[in-house]
Each structure stands twice: as C-alpha cells, then as structure tokens.
C-alpha cells in the first residue's frame, strides 16, 4: 500500500460504524422514491400486461378501461418520440410492444389515472387482440432450434479431447440450476417531473443513474443534458437495478411528456415479477478426464443459459460464467462451449455475482463427482486442483493469479472448523441412520474484481468542506443498503484527519458526477472510494500547502487526524483552519476520478487480465436430508472470506452473511416454474419462498482473513458485495454429499438439480438408490 493509505489507528477506516442511514431506516424517516412528496396533480400509471407468451399483436381495445374513473389515457409505442427501442448495446428490446409480443408479461402499454388503484384497476379491463405463435420456453427448446439472443462463446485451452482420452478416468455428467427473482424489498419505482426549456427530473431506484439518464433522454428524443436522474437510495437491487429500473423510468417519463403532468409508476410485486428478469438458469453438460488422485487432466464442459426474449446483460453475464468455471483450480486442458439461448420469458439480467455462481458452480460439482467416483475425500480432491506455483498459476483466459491465498485460507478454515473429526462423525451416524442423511462440504471462492466492460471501471467524486470544516460528498455510486455511502464518508473523514459525524452524503446525481458506471461488479468502493478519496487529499493539499505557508514549515510535515490540523508549531480545530483558508480565498472544493489500473482484455477471444484482483473465501456446511421426503435443513455454517482489510468490519460480516443466506435461497428454496402457456407460476411471496431468520442455522460463524489487499486498493481493502454469495455452494455440496450416503458403494454422479427443493432432493435420492 502506498503511505496515504495507512491510516493512525483512530481513524475511522477500520472500525465498524453504524450505516449512515441506519437510524433513519429503524425509525422510518428514511426517504426512497415512493415516499418523496407528490407535486400537485401527479398521474399514476399502470402497465398492460402481455397474457401470451408469443404473438403477434393486432391491436388494443381499451374502451372499457377508459370509461373507469379517474382515468386519463393510454400510453403506448405510437407515443415514443424518440427511439422506439431501449438504448441498450444489442438495441433489440422494444419500449412498448410493437408488432409482435415475446413474453407473459412484457409490456405494451400503459393505462395513466389519477389514482393509483383507478390505474390498476382501469388495466384489468384492456382487451389485447394478440394471434398466438409458437414460443420457445426452455433452455432445451431453444438448443434444439438453435435459438439464440447472441452468437454461442468458444473458449479452448490445450487439447481437453486429447486430455480425456488419455485420462485414466472419464466421467460425463448432466445437471441444471435454477434461476433466482431479486425479491428486493422496494420494488421497481420512477417519477417523471417535466422541468422548465424542455428538462426533466427522475426519481428512480437505480443501480446505474447515468444510464437511466440516457435511456429516458433517447426516448424523448433529446440530448442527454436534458435529463437529471437522482436517487438517494434503494431497498434492495441485487443487479436487477442494474439495466431494468431504466424502463421504468422511459415508460414514466413518456407518460409524463403525453399528459404534461407528473407520472409515477410502482409496479405491484406480482407485475415486477411478471415483468423484470431474473438470474439467469443453467443447464450443463460435462465430460472430464482424471488421474488417480482426483487432479483433472482435461474438461469439456457446456454452458446453455436461459436469457428470455432479449439480450439485456446476458453478454456480460455469460462472459463472466465462462471466465469463473475454473473458480479456484488450474485447468490446464479445458473447452468450453457457451449458449445464451433466446426463449419467450422475461428479460434475465444482472443479479449478484453477475454469473460468476453459474460458472464455479460446474466445476465445484465436477471435483464433486471425481471425488465420489474415486472414493476420496472431496476436500482432498479440491485442494490437489488449486492453483499452484509457475506452470500451474495462469487461468483458461490468460491471467496469472498473482495474490493466490486459497490453498492456506482453506487450510485455515479446515482447521478451525474441525472438517476432519467432523467428517469421521459423519460417516459413523450415516452408517448407523437409514432415513436421516447428513453431509459436509468446504468449498472456496476466487472471485474476480472489476467490470468485465474495461469502461466501466472509472468513477468519479465531488468533496465539499464548508466554513465550519464539515465536509458533504458526492460520488457516482449508489446505496442499496449495502453501505457504500458509509465507507466512502469513512475514506474521506481519514483523508481529511476529521471524525466519521463530520461527513455527510448527498444523493447520487447524474448533475454532479456525469457519465458514471453502474453500481456493480462489486466495486462501489473500489471506484468511488478511491474517487472521493483523490478528491480530499487534493483539498487536504491546499490547507496543508496553506498552513505551511502561514507556519514557515514544509507542507509534508502538516498532520490531519483527530478533527485537528497539527505542525511542527501548533495543534489548531480542523474548523478554525478551513475558516482562516475560506478568509484566504484557497479552494475549499474538489473532484476525484479514478480509474482501475492494470486491466486490459480483448473481449472476442476472452483473454487477458479482466480482472484487478481476486477476492478469496471459503465455507464448511453441515446439512441433513430426510430420504423419505427430501426436506432437508442447513445445520452448521463456519466461514473464512478475504476482505482484505475491512474498512468496516460490521458492515463486511453484513454482507457476507447476507451473501450466503441468498446464495443459499438461490440452491434451495427459491423456485421459478412456468406453465406450460410461458405464464410464471411462482409470481409472488405465496409461491415463492426466499429464506427467512428461520432457516439460518444456530452455528453461523463468519472470520474474516487476516492480510491486506496486495494490489493498490483503498486501504487496502477488497471487495465484499458478491464473492459471498458463492460461498453458499457448499450448501449444494453438502447436500450432494448427503444424497450419495444414500449409497455410498456407488461411484456414478449424484444428480441433484437444484435448487434443492424436497422435490428435487427426494428425485436425487431415488436415482441414487435405482438398480
């Protein structure tokens, strides 16, 4: 780390502060989009929904809904002034449906009223004449007619045919993971307010402000300059802000520019399930070639995702699945083959880990799998693979992992988790148990930091000191009580040698700091801390430069910590020196811009080095399986995950419990079916079932590893908001582990389908025990 980096040890880096808004959100003063006060005539608006999977649309007959009270019109695609089409890269998703519809639940119009509920219940009464055509539904359909939102993805290394063939052990294999609704707390939300000369303003719960900004000033048909975005915070985004909430923010604003009043559109929970995408569901296929000891000497693998009717992120997403199949293990020969298939469902798009989990998840079942066959400990089977000295240390992309601590991280965690004394109680009570089967897995993380998109990977900030030296930040990130506001007012109290209270936060705010990337790839603090950090020293600088001056000593020996400004002379209040340098006219503002170092990659061949650094963790988890039923439970979780150095320790555990009690939702419970009409099923919290207080276990023991971030990142931290989710992979493990006590003689794989409903567990067990 670079000397400004190494904080005195009352700084406020480093200790866990209270989220900036947390009192707020307790005592529910805290403001999101739905709770900003309406301007006088605000309309509401609500969306028509496709009941067809796929079709061709004939026409609209609202007549019945626009005889309802309250209602004012319709907004449909006759009304886009600008681009019909949402400004995305691939430009092949429709505002409103024109000619044709491509999903249950895609949107071809809106119904405005003066009423919230006049909106919706007007909606209901829109008849859409729609000639049904045949719809690709699944990922197996779509293979089959090679139906695709972008062209397949080959990536080779070595000669994995060659590898397999000449392997002592071959195994093939075939299984799928499910998809995953975002289920944020505040769902998708905007307000349009048309401004004076053509400008607007919106309010929208977004994770990329910037991008809402060119979406709706496309649409209107005007520059970007024209439109403001703001958005305090959010309930919740997961990645399904990230693209989405920008269409929520077009259809407002369209309806707003029609009717010349404020629009405000809220989706009802069973519309945004409906209408946004999801995480995106895998299918898989495998054959692999091992020695002896488990070491995998060859992988062809597949990779067939389900992306729905449009492209959306699925570029990016499959991209990043591709470069996380080797996870934390060297595969020298390896061939990957992926398919992001179009069918007629909703748009998936970005959710947390952004397909890092989909691609680590194959190669974890894969070692699995080795493991069983061989009779091994799959421990000792994952460790054999890690990534190694030179020879062994350059990924199937071409990046050398340089900072590689998961072999004495897992080392760590097996130790101070007792694997090897609990593995050996295992084993005894399955032999003694024949309807309750226990399991235990360890499997670790290396997760990739910084956007896949090179672009993306600036950031900049804005840092005010006032006259009475409190200090206001801006920066080009957004909270979604994630606690990135909380860090960064951390970053810039340090640099500036003032308590943490000194520091406050403003709105994100596309007038402030344009053109800023989205916040995602889990690197809000990454970018904006260290963009709002340049800001400070650079103010920092004046005063020092300013009190030397006036002291007759060298700026370099001007101290700031502690809310004081001390030289070789005097200790004065931080305060009283920016009052005596606001009386001196030195520049008490500044901006930051930062932009990731080192990282470079040439996005048609997959190569190079996507990625700053890694971020390191592993899980042990303990579960039990009912054969006679398949319910299964999640005994004991013990975690060892690398932060580097936390720049708030409460927060960082936050996240990564709250990251692997999601991921553990995503493998377990949390189920998306369609009907065999394209109608998604499980639509609302009676059908869906994310976890809940209740299925976290007692034993949940989170550790955070003890070592800075070897590259160059702000306080050396690294990282925190995705990598944890991947954790939860152990839970599939364990419960995979579990399955095959139901025959351990047998050495074939266990076929487990996740998420691990009691449906599909007791599935797994039946082939388990099939002659």
Not at 511 to 537: E, M, W, Y
Request: hydrophobic share 40%.
């Amino acid at each position: 780390m670079n000397a400004p980096d190494l904080f005195p040890p009352a700084a406020a880096c480093g200790q866990p502060h209270p989220h900036e808004s947390a009192r707020a959100q307790v005592g529910g003063t805290a403001t999101y989009v739905d709770d900003i006060p309406e301007l006088k005539g605000t309309l509401y608006a609500a969306p028509i929904l496709s009941p067809v999977a796929h079709g061709r649309l004939r026409g609209i007959d609202a007549a019945a809904a626009l005889q309802q009270p309250g209602v004012v019109g319709l907004v449909t695609a006759a009304d886009v002034p600008g681009d019909q089409r949402f400004a995305v890269t691939a430009h092949d998703e429709p505002i409103f449906a024109i000619d044709t519809v491509e999903h249950v639940g895609q949107v071809i119009g809106l119904v405005v009223a003066t009423t919230v509920n006049g909106a919706r219940r007007a909606v209901r009464q829109v008849r859409c004449d729609i000639a049904a055509l045949p719809a690709v539904l699944t990922i197996e359909q779509a293979l089959q007619a090679q139906s695709y939102v972008l062209p397949p993805v080959h990536l080779k290394r070595g000669d994995a045919p060659a590898a397999i063939a000449a392997a002592p052990h071959t195994l093939s294999g075939e299984f799928s993971v499910g998809g995953q609704e975002h289920f944020y707390l505040e769902g998708q939300v905007a307000y349009a307010i048309a401004q004076e000369q053509d400008g607007w303003l919106i309010h929208s719960s977004t994770q990329h402000p910037g991008e809402v900004q060119h979406w709706v000033a496309d649409a209107l048909g005007l520059d970007h300059h024209h439109v403001r975005v703001e958005c305090r915070r959010m309930g919740g985004g997961f990645g399904g802000k990230e693209t989405q909430a920008g269409h929520l923010a077009v259809w407002a604003a369209l309806a707003a520019r029609k009717f010349l009043r404020p629009v405000k559109l809220r989706l009802e929970r069973i519309d945004d399930f409906m209408v946004t995408g999801k995480r995106h569901n895998f299918l898989y296929r495998y054959t692999v070639g091992f020695d002896d000891r488990g070491r995998i000497l060859g992988l062809q693998l597949m990779l067939a995702s389900q992306c729905g009717f449009s492209a959306d992120l699925s570029g990016p997403v499959n991209d990043r699945a591709v470069f996380h199949v080797d996870n934390a293990y060297f595969l020298e020969h390896v061939e990957i083959d992926s398919y992001r298939c179009k069918t007629h469902t909703q748009s998936n798009t970005a959710f947390r880990g952004f397909g890092g989990p989909q691609g680590m998840i194959a190669t974890e079942a894969v070692l699995g799998d080795i493991a069983r066959h061989l009779g091994l400990d799959p421990l000792m089977v994952r460790e054999r693979n890690f990534y190694g000295p030179p020879g062994r240390h350059v990924t199937h992309y071409g990046m050398a992992v340089e900072d590689n601590i998961a072999p004495q991280l897992v080392a760590r965690l097996a130790a101070d988790s007792r694997y090897p004394e609990r593995r050996a109680r295992i084993e005894q009570w399955n032999a003694r148990h024949p309807v309750l089967k226990r399991g235990l897995a360890i499997t670790p993380v290396k997760f990739g930091i910084s956007f896949t998109a090179t672009f993306f990977n600036q950031a900049g900030a804005l840092v005010h000191v006032y006259g009475d030296g409190t200090v206001q930040v801006n920066h080009g990130g957004t909270e979604m009580g994630q606690g990135l506001h909380t860090k960064v007012c951390q970053i810039v109290a340090d640099e500036l040698g003032v308590p943490f209270e000194r520091v406050r936060i403003t709105a994100s705010d596309t007038s402030k700091v344009p053109n800023a990337s989205a916040t995602a790839a889990s690197s809000g603090t990454d970018l904006n801390g260290r963009a709002a950090q340049f800001a400070a020293r650079q103010i920092r600088q004046r005063l020092a430069e300013f009190v030397a001056q006036h002291q007759g000593c060298d700026a370099a020996s001007v101290v700031f910590a502690g809310g004081k400004v001390v030289t070789p002379q005097e200790a004065r209040d931080f305060g009283d020196v920016v009052h005596a340098a606001y009386i001196a006219r030195v520049q008490l503002w500044s901006d930051g811009f930062y932009a990731t170092p080192k990282i470079h990659y040439d996005k048609h061949t997959l190569s190079g080095r996507p990625f700053y650094y890694f971020a390191y963790g592993a899980a042990c988890t303990e579960v039990v399986v009912d054969t006679l039923t398949g319910e299964n439970r999640v005994l004991a979780v013990d975690i060892l995950h690398d932060v580097g150095r936390s720049l708030n320790p409460a927060i960082d555990i936050g996240q990564i419990e709250g990251g692997f009690v999601q991921g553990m939702g995503w493998l377990t419970t949390e189920e998306l079916k369609w009907n065999a009409d394209g109608k998604l099923a499980t639509h609302a919290p009676s059908t869906y079932k994310i976890p809940t207080a209740g299925d976290v276990p007692r034993h949940f023991k989170v550790a955070l590893w003890p070592e800075p971030n070897r590259e160059d990142n702000v306080f050396g931290s690294k990282a925190v908001g995705e990598p944890p989710f991947m954790l939860a992979i152990s839970v599939y493990e364990a419960l995979r582990d579990a399955v095959a006590a139901v025959a351990p003689e047998r050495r074939e794989p266990v076929v487990l389908h996740a998420p691990a409903t009691p449906e599909s567990v007791l599935s797994a067990v039946r082939t388990r025990r099939a002659p």
